[in-house]
C-alpha cells in the first residue's frame, strides 16, 4: 500500500521547512561567529601594528 499524494506532500513540506530552518539557524550562527571574529583580529591588529 503506497501513501497517498497527499501524505507525500505533507511529508516533503515538513521536511523541507526543517530543512530549512536548520541551514537559517547555521547561517546565522555562522556570520555571528564571523564577526566576533573579526572583532578579536581588529583588536589583535591595532594591538599589534601600533603598540
Excluded: K
Amino acid at each position: 500500500m503506497y501513501p497517498t499524494e497527499d501524505v507525500l506532500a505533507f511529508l516533503f513540506a515538513t521536511v523541507a521547512t526543517i530543512v530549512a530552518t536548520l541551514t537559517g539557524l547555521i547561517g546565522a550562527f555562522s556570520t555571528f561567529r564571523l564577526q566576533e571574529s573579526n572583532r578579536e583580529i581588529n583588536l589583535l591588529e591595532d594591538l599589534l601594528v601600533f603598540p
